[in-house]
T-cell receptor, first 112, second 111 residues
Framework: QKEVEQNSGPLSVPEGAIASLNCTYS??????FFWYRQYSGKSPELIMS??SNGDKEDGRFTAQLNKASQYVSLLIRDSQPSDSATYLC????????????WGAGTKLIIKP | IAGITQAPTSQILAAGRRMTLRCTQD?????MYWYRQDLGLGLRLIHY???????GKGEVPDGYSVSRANTDDFPLTLASAVPSQTSVYFC??????????FGPGTRLTVT
């Protein structure tokens, strides 16, 4: 059973601090990794994708990938109350590249 | 239309009734997906289609059917609804299995 593991949280972070969200995956052949943000009552929204080991930065967001450790993380700098949401990690299914394996999500709360 | 649309937005359905959830995308993506999301269980794949004319079963296909007659439309049918099918249903699409983009969802309550 291929799995993506995330801490369900909630993770509480003060406004202005760095929020760090983590994800581990079991499928060693996965090559594509995604972070989605989901506000309560809304659909998941893609915020970052990463395909190579290392860091990828986009504004206040940085995705980090370590394939050897099967670990993906998302850093949010200068956290804002509007960042409060559930963050979903997804990786491609190595047996079926058209499908993603989803984590259950981490609930992030940014406290003003 | 921009992106993915789903209809209806919400529905209350009596058990045993037949229901079709509609999904349309205008991005010309080849792959489309149906998920259900229940509290504490995350997203679960019901059915998928890698290209028009083909479909496949996901993790939780029982009680659901799909068709993919063309690139844009991917309807999900509940032949005889049961209360356990109460959920939020999301349609998504992707271009050759890359990033998936989601519709706004349909909230379904089966009574």
């Amino acid at each position: 059973q291929k799995e993506v593991e995330q801490n369900s949280g909630p993770l509480s972070v003060p406004e202005g601090a760095i929020a760090s969200l983590n994800c581990t995956y079991s499928d060693r052949v996965s090559q594509s990794f995604f972070w989605y943000r989901q506000y309560s009552g809304k659909s998941p929204e893609l915020i970052m994708s990463i395909y190579s080991n290392g860091d990828k930065e986009d504004g206040r967001f940085t995705a980090q990938l370590n394939k050897a450790s099967q670990y993906v993380s998302l850093l949010i700098r200068d956290s804002q109350p509007s960042d409060s949401a559930t963050y979903l990690c997804a990786v491609n299914n190595g047996d079926s590249n058209y499908q993603l394996i989803w984590g259950a999500g981490t609930k992030l709360i940014i406290k003003p | 239309i921009a992106g993915i649309t789903q209809a209806p937005t919400s529905q209350i359905l009596a058990a045993g009734r037949r229901m079709t959830l509609r999904c349309t995308q205008d991005m010309r993506h080849n792959a489309m997906y149906w998920y259900r999301q229940d509290l504490g269980l995350g997203l679960r794949l019901i059915h998928y289609s890698n290209t028009a004319g083909t479909t496949g079963k996901g993790e939780v296909p029982d009680g659901y059917s799909v068709s993919r007659a063309n690139t844009d439309d991917f309807p999900l049918t509940l032949a005889s609804a049961v209360p356990s099918q109460t959920s939020v249903y999301f349609c998504a699409s992707s271009d050759n299995g890359h990033e998936q983009y989601f519709g706004p969802g349909t909230r379904l309550t089966v009574t």
